[in-house]
Nanobody, 120 residues
Framework: VQLQASGGGLVQTGGSLSLSCAAS????????MGWFRQAPGKERAFVAA??????YYADFVKGRFAIFRDNAKNMVWLQMNSLKPEDTAVYYCAAAASGSFYSRLSYDYWGRGTLVTVSS
């Protein structure tokens, strides 16, 4: 599976962005898809994941971010609303065949990140 994330950019506090992740491979639907982020000087952190119709979110994005996928299009999205300066990070999409959705160690494939910058 090859992944390509896009949609990052500069937005003001309170604004919204939608990140996209395009996947190649005919087995896309069998993978859990996740979004992680990495801020400067920090560890890569779990943001959201989806497998089938079940969605998982980190506490710090609940109610603000939403993850969606379309298996027919091999796409996954992360809709980010009410953005805060602390959301500034490089965002990565990833695919996992199994394991904990929250652990980056479970993910087998990673896309290049897309930078999100939230200005105060």
């Amino acid at each position: 599976v090859q992944l390509q994330a896009s949609g990052g950019g500069l937005v003001q506090t309170g604004g919204s962005l939608s990140l996209s992740c395009a996947a190649s491979g005919r087995t896309f639907s069998s993978y859990s898809m996740g979004w992680f982020r990495q801020a400067p000087g920090k560890e890569r952190a779990f943001v959201a994941a989806i497998r089938g119709g079940i969605k998982y979110y980190a506490d710090f994005v609940k109610g603000r971010f939403a993850i969606f996928r379309d298996n027919a299009k091999n796409m996954v999205w992360l809709q980010m609303n009410s953005l805060k300066p602390e959301d500034t990070a490089v965002y990565y999409c990833a695919a996992a065949a199994s394991g904990s959705f929250y652990s980056r160690l479970s993910y087998d494939y990673w896309g290049r990140g897309t930078l999100v910058t939230v200005s105060s």
